[in-house]
């Protein structure tokens, strides 16, 4: 219709009819583009706070995976403390020797924190991660994951000397069947007492148990921060009590 009225417009020389029904197009064209543009921002508005939604119920998962996991070290650094100082003082009763024993055996490995992160993985190969919230949202995962990949390369440093640690000659292990796995630890006390050497092991140990403790601290606070962000840009309070994970 626009056409024919232009056409005729043309052959009458009519240049102001012309100007009009040639703005008119311009008009229609530019607010078609404008429409589609709006219908896009929209649609990646949605696909963003999805996004943001799923990285939040990951941070949630985070901190309680975090949570247990700084528990456990807990565990392991006050029965670590418990047997040293017994094992420094060469006092302590017969029926301490199984809680000795247990916290020895416990400081055995030292297991890489690895929570969930497969959310994050996808939002930054799909290039949206710049999106996600605000600068205070998108640095408090920054920095999440930066605590965690720091925690990650002290803790490979620090499990060195558990090769050391394994080899003390007071130290005996029941392996399983197949004789592939330790799964129990024996200790022969006076040979330990005069061990000066193996004592000094053991205490470089707890101390290094202590270090994993102290940065799992530090992932588990900086874990609330990015939930506590992702909650305001998500609209919703970070849950910060999910049950702990259970692996059974």
């Given at each position: 219709m626009i056409v024919k009225r232009l056409t005729d417009a043309l052959r009458r020389q009519d240049w102001a009819m012309v100007a009009?029904?040639?703005a008119l197009v311009?008009?229609?064209v530019l607010l078609a583009f404008q429409i589609n543009e709006w219908a896009s921002d929209r649609a990646s508005a949605g696909q963003r706070q999805v996004l943001a939604e799923r990285l939040l119920e990951e941070a949630e998962l985070d901190l309680a995976y975090i949570k247990q996991a700084v528990n456990y070290q807990q565990n392991v650094v006050r029965g670590l403390g418990f047997a040293t100082r017994r094992i420094v003082s060469k006092k302590w009763r017969e029926a301490d020797e199984e809680r000795i024993t247990a916290s020895?055996?416990?400081a055995r490995s030292m297991v890489a924190l690895a929570p969930p992160s497969s959310v994050y993985e996808d939002v930054g190969s799909s290039g949206e991660f710049n999106k996600i919230g605000n600068v205070g949202v998108r640095a408090a995962i920054s920095r999440y994951r930066a605590t965690?990949?720091?925690e990650e390369r002290m803790r490979q440093q620090l499990q060195v000397p558990l090769t050391t640690y394994e080899r003390i000659p007071a130290f005996r292990y029941e392996?399983?069947?197949e004789g592939k796995e330790r799964i129990r630890l024996f200790?022969?006390?006076p040979a330990l007492l005069r061990d000066r050497q193996a004592q000094q092991v053991?205490?470089?140990t707890a101390e290094n148990h202590r270090i994993i403790l102290m940065l799992r601290r530090r992932a588990f606070r900086d874990s609330a921060k990015m939930c506590v962000a992702l909650g305001a840009a998500v609209g919703r309070a970070c849950n910060r009590n999910l049950p702990l994970p259970r692996f059974d």
């Open positions: 009009i029904e040639f311009v008009l229609g020895l055996a416990s965690l990949s720091f392996t399983d069947p200790v022969d006390f053991i205490a470089l």
